[in-house]
């Protein structure tokens, strides 16, 4: 079945520093790849997504670039700042996977930005 | 503000007690969501309803009864909860298959 391993931190970080939060995923078919965000008290909030390989997702400074060859969809952003800090979520969609409404996702990386 | 609106955003019920969570969008979307997140954890999916009918069930216990009014509104009926059901329950919708979800701030339940 369909996978998403993320690195699950804490990961604890100075302002302005780089982040890069690994996503690797196992398919059957090609998934559409998302990162999802959630900030303390609140519910999840698409932070970019790809829909096929190569594809490059960016929003607010961050990006990730759908890798076939490796099955990796990495978050990178070149310099975070404290509101950064939330539990960030790699999730995938795979139609060929029996379920078109299946969100299949990482167990979460919490980012702590210190100032 | 998030387009997913939900209420209560807290909730504190007994084990005998009845009460319902509700749910909101008026972006258009067609499937609407139930999910459950214990803490430090994602979500787990718990309903999908695809043009007002209920489309996917992952085998959750009858305790939990969902309800799709209309095209708007989704509502999750809960009675005879256990204290491992205090959880943060999300509701999401999205307008099509694979599109991406839009998610409420949830509401915040503690079972006693």
């Known amino acids: 079945g369909d996978s998403v391993t993320q690195m699950e931190g804490p990961v604890t970080l100075s302002e302005e520093a780089f982040l890069t939060i690994n996503c690797t995923y196992t398919?059957?078919?090609?998934?559409?790849l998302f990162w999802y965000v959630q900030y303390p008290g609140e519910g999840l909030q698409l932070l970019l997504k790809a829909t096929k390989a190569d594809d490059k997702g960016s929003n607010k400074g961050f990006e990730a670039t759908y890798r076939k060859e490796t099955t990796s969809f990495h978050l990178e952003k070149g310099s975070v700042q404290v509101s950064d800090s939330a539990v960030y979520f790699c999730a995938l969609s795979d139609p060929s996977g029996g379920s078109n409404y299946k969100l299949t996702f990482g167990k979460g990386t919490l980012l702590t930005v210190n100032p | 503000d998030t387009e997913v609106t939900q209420t209560p955003k807290h909730l504190v019920m007994g084990m005998t007690n009845k009460k319902s969570l509700k749910c909101e969008q008026h972006?258009?979307?067609?499937?609407m969501y139930w999910y459950k997140q214990k803490a430090k954890k994602p979500p787990e999916l718990m309903f999908v309803?695809?043009?007002?009918?209920?489309?996917i069930n992952e085998s959750v216990p009858s305790r939990f009864s969902p309800e799709c009014p209309n095209s708007s509104l989704l509502n999750l009926h809960l009675h005879a909860l256990q204290p491992e059901d205090s959880a943060l329950y999300l509701c999401?919708?999205?307008?099509?298959?694979?599109?991406?979800?839009?998610f409420g701030n949830g509401t915040r339940l503690t079972v006693t």
């Open positions: 309803y695809s043009y007002e009918k209920l489309s």
């Open positions: 398919a059957t078919g090609y998934p559409s």
């Open positions: 999401a919708s999205s307008d099509q298959r694979n599109s991406p979800l839009h």
């Open positions: 972006m258009g979307h067609r499937a």
